[in-house]
């Protein structure tokens, strides 16, 4: 991989910003079936590149680096431009510069990807408005709260125009052969996936299962819906006789339906699920705690922190330290 990612002759130019922490599964699983389609093909159909914010190696959240090509600024005009990162993407600071040159890429109507948590660059910069895509569900809860005019889809792999999203880890790899079946067929693209040993390719369409835990399969349809419900309303939370009545049922009979599915009361679940999502955004941002409280429907942070201490036996900011996260509130 030499020199910034421009045109190139009957081929298709692709380069790869590697931002602080980003993922290195993601990366892998995006770059290699472009290499693997350059052998099938035996000729260069892609040439990739790539680049960091300043030139520099690119750091890994694994702890190993990555040689960058050229810096952001070298970049000319390529065909997909790729945007990996992953934890603490919101600490990654771009200048006005790099800003303006990632909004000039998109006025040019440059595809571009978002990898893992590479959303959350391009809503950053008001580019998702009004636009689905997808992130790695770890994020969705703070991208939600952050993002609130960019439809966030749990999905795979989403496109809307020329962004693509993808969540993360192997789905990098769907979307990158998808992104080859695109241009040049589906036979290419089968055959990148054999070779990767990736026979069960997936359309991107499946949900991340992030609202749904595994056992829950074993339930009745209506319980999933209301856990559904409450997933969704986290903030502005519903009463029990919201839920029965979207669903359609009495408030007793879903008290009843908890109680023998989950030995619990709706409320008490709900409050676990608000809890759970409170404990993501504590452990993996850095998102002040009174936004977090506010974001997962508790009245006030003091609140917020005895429900959380009752339930995990650590205040947020403690658990917050101990997950090596602690930084400046």
């Not at 020329?162 to 192997?170: E, I, N, P, Q, R």
């Amino acid at each position: 991989m030499n020199g910034a990612a421009q045109a190139v002759p009957g081929g298709t130019s692709i380069c790869f910003l590697l931002l602080d922490n980003f993922s290195l599964l993601s990366f892998a699983s995006a770059i290699e079936p472009l290499r693997i389609a350059n052998k099938i093909m035996k000729h260069k159909a892609f040439d990739y590149v790539c680049c960091t914010l300043d030139g520099n190696d690119a750091l890994a959240s694994s702890g190993g680096k990555m040689r960058a090509d050229c810096a952001l600024d070298d970049i000319q005009s390529p065909d997909l431009l790729a945007i990996c990162s992953s934890d603490d993407v919101e600490l990654n600071s771009l200048s006005p510069s790099h800003k303006n040159r990632l909004r000039w890429f998109a006025h040019q109507k440059t595809r571009i990807a978002g990898i893992c948590t590479g959303a959350y660059i391009l809503a950053d910069l008001g580019l998702l408005e009004g636009r689905q895509c997808t992130i790695h569900w770890e994020y969705a809860d703070l991208f939600k709260e952050l993002f609130p005019k960019v439809k966030l889809i749990d999905s795979l792999i989403q496109t809307d125009d020329h962004y693509l999203t993808c969540a993360g880890g192997t789905t990098a790899l769907d979307l990158m052969i998808g992104y080859i079946a695109d241009l040049h067929g589906g036979a290419v693209a089968s055959e990148v996936a054999s070779i990767a040993l990736h026979q069960d390719m997936r359309s991107g369409s499946e949900r991340q299962n992030t609202l749904m835990r595994d056992e829950l399969h074993l339930i009745p349809p209506r319980l999933r819906r209301c856990i559904e419900l409450m997933t969704e309303n986290v903030g502005d939370t519903l009463s029990q006789n919201e839920l029965a009545a979207r669903l359609k049922v009495s408030p007793r009979q879903l008290q009843r339906d908890f109680q023998h599915y989950f030995e619990c009361s709706p409320l008490h679940y709900y409050s676990k699920i608000r809890l759970d999502i409170a404990q993501r955004l504590v452990c993996r941002t850095a998102m002040p705690m009174i936004e977090i409280a506010v974001a997962c429907g508790f009245a006030n942070a003091s609140h917020f922190a005895k429900r959380y201490k009752d339930l995990y036996g650590k205040s947020p900011i403690e658990d917050r330290h101990a997950k090596g996260r602690s930084r400046q509130q």
